[in-house]
């Protein structure tokens, strides 16, 4: 900061008007509950995704306070190739869509989202024309909405790939694993 006879220049004022600012709205999000969060954005999560219709596999698996979620595919409703079929801007609606999937499996298994500790690892698959290099950007639309829900707790180490097909055409594929309490 610079003080400049005593006094904090304008800039300098600003600066930390803005710091404070910053701090105080991660504080409150830090300590309003995802379950509350979700109200005030006024989230509505989808149906759980429980079992594959072969019962081989399930949406998670909890092993002590860890719980993994499996690939959650987008079901947007445009599928086909990002670069191709839909834009950049289009992925990024599938990839939080596939955000919304993830939530309301994890809520499922949990019984709240009030139980996530932190956001730990997320793998984002993106169906993509070759040569296709946004698929982080695309992927964004789950983490945004990962730090909308939980904040800071929402910030995660991330993988964003892009591949040449997914099940069903669908555009993004996100798979995640929680810390719970």
Not at 51 to 78: D, E, F, K
Not at 103 to 126: C, E, F, H, P, Q
Not at 134 to 159: T, Y
């Amino acid at each position: 900061m610079q003080i400049t006879g005593g006094k904090m220049t304008r800039t300098s004022r600003v600066i930390a008007a803005l710091t404070v600012g910053l701090a105080l709205n991660c504080t409150a999000l830090a300590q309003t509950s995802p379950e509350t969060r979700l109200k005030e954005l006024n989230i509505t999560l989808p149906s759980p995704t429980r079992m594959s219709p072969s019962g081989n596999r399930t949406g998670a698996v909890q092993i002590g306070n860890i719980l993994y979620l499996a690939g959650h595919p987008s079901q947007y409703p445009v599928k086909g190739k990002v670069g191709k079929e839909l834009t950049a801007e289009q992925g990024q609606q599938a990839a939080r869509q596939s955000g919304l999937l993830i939530l309301a499996t994890a809520r499922d298994v949990l019984g709240s989202l009030d139980r996530v500790k932190r956001v730990v690892k997320v793998v984002g698959y993106v169906n993509a024309v070759e040569g296709f290099t946004q698929s982080p950007l695309v992927v964004d639309g789950f983490s945004n909405l990962m730090i909308e829900v939980f904040g800071q707790a929402g910030i995660h180490a991330r993988s964003a790939v892009g591949v040449q097909s997914l099940p069903g055409n669908d555009a993004v594929e996100v798979e995640a694993i929680l810390e719970i309490q």
